[in-house]
């Protein structure tokens, strides 16, 4: 049963324009979101995350969206830039599981020159 | 500062044999949580460590155990190695035991042949 649902495997968009990536989850504990990068041959990187208390948070060109009420996630890149090239992965958490982290299976984003 | 280190890169090992992975966190996170990674998949949640006594277990069976030390290390140990565990093993830290994003080390490419 997947609690943490990336449904699009790979993502192309022209450098310069915005990327979109999109999660569902179906767990309503879960109040707390993260999203990671990973480049191959290296771990996770930690982008963003969001708690369930509020809908949106920014960091420079990355900005998360959550709506509880569609479970729905999602993170916006702008500009897409080529370093941005990466598998982008999902996780979410809940406290009455002491916060660990379930993921989805990813999404690979390819930024096109 | 050095982020999550862990050793050794690369393993192979046999079907039936003995494992040890091991994790250094960042400097002043107490809180160590291992993952399995196979190819095409998200991370899946093996264990969480914090103050050196286990505070999550995922859906793993026996043979996989763990355990961290005074200055905030960790091991994880796989028994009786299967074909099936050969994957990327995962380490992250964390500051708190709950809440916080997680950081990962490079992994440990394990291959059971």
């Known amino acids: 049963d997947q609690q943490v649902k990336q449904n699009s495997p790979s993502l192309s968009v022209q450098e310069g324009r915005i990327s979109i990536l999109n999660c569902d989850y179906t767990n309503s504990m879960f109040d707390y979101f993260l999203w990671y990068k990973k480049y191959p041959a290296e771990g996770p990187t930690f982008l963003i995350s969001?708690?369930?208390i509020k809908d949106k948070n920014e960091d420079g060109r990355f900005t998360v969206f959550l709506n509880k009420s569609a479970k729905h996630l999602s993170l916006h890149i702008v500009p897409s830039q080529p370093g941005d090239s990466a598998v982008y992965f999902c996780?979410?958490?809940?406290?009455?599981?002491?916060?660990?982290?379930?993921w989805g299976a990813g999404t690979k984003l390819i930024i096109k020159p | 500062d050095a982020g999550v280190t862990q050793s050794p890169t690369h393993l192979i090992k046999t079907r039936g044999q003995q494992v040890t992975l091991r994790c250094s966190p960042i400097s002043g996170h107490k809180s160590v949580s291992w993952y399995q990674q196979v190819l095409g998949q998200g991370p899946q949640f093996i264990f969480q460590y914090y103050e050196k006594e286990e505070r999550g277990r995922g859906n793993f069976p026996d043979r996989f155990s763990a355990r961290q030390f005074p200055n905030y290390s960790s091991e994880l140990n796989v028994n009786a190695l299967l074909l099936g565990d050969s994957a990327l093993y995962l380490c992250?830290?964390?500051?708190?035991?709950?809440?916080?994003?997680?950081?990962f080390g490079p992994g440990t490419r394990l291959t059971v042949l």
């Open positions: 969001i708690s369930s």
């Open positions: 992250a830290s964390s500051l708190v035991l709950a809440g916080g994003a997680q950081y």
């Open positions: 996780a979410a958490s809940a406290m009455d599981s002491n916060y660990q982290l379930i």
